[in-house]
């Protein structure tokens, strides 16, 4: 069964810290570019960064210095380090996953590109 499970998000203070995970199960996640995408309440689901198969990264220019993505193909899984958290990166964090993807800006630009998704975890930042 494929599937994508996000965890690691919560409620943290305004500069605070969280990791988020994105973990796959049947199928090998160095195949794919994996994204991270973000979804306030009341509007679209907005990619934020996104790494390809030749580990190649895009950010989104509100998070760039602060975020971080990588892969670890050994444990089947893609990682976002948020740093110097702000109220405005509060929303579901989704990740999704596109076979093949060489251009990581396309697939967040593009999220209907990603073939699957998983359930989202929430973030909230406020103080």
């Known amino acids: 069964q494929v599937q994508l499970v996000e965890s690691g998000g919560g409620l943290v203070q305004p500069g605070g810290s969280l990791r988020l995970s994105c973990a796959a199960s049947?199928?090998?996640?160095?195949?794919?570019?994996i994204g991270w995408f973000r979804q306030a309440p009341g509007k679209p689901r907005q990619g934020v960064s996104c790494?390809?198969?030749?580990?190649?990264?895009f950010y989104v220019d509100s998070v760039k210095g602060r975020f971080t993505i990588s892969r670890d193909n050994a444990k089947n899984t893609v990682y976002l380090q948020m740093n110097s958290l702000k109220p405005e990166d509060t929303g579901v964090y989704y990740c999704?996953?596109?076979?093949?993807?060489?251009?990581?800006?396309?697939?967040?630009?593009?999220?209907?590109?990603?073939?699957?998704w998983g359930q989202g975890t929430q973030v909230t930042v406020s103080s």
């Open positions: 999704g996953a596109q076979r093949n993807g060489l251009r990581p800006q396309a697939l967040c630009r593009w999220p209907t590109s990603s073939n699957y």
């Open positions: 049947g199928f090998k996640l160095d195949n794919y570019a």
């Open positions: 790494i390809g198969i030749s580990d190649s990264q």
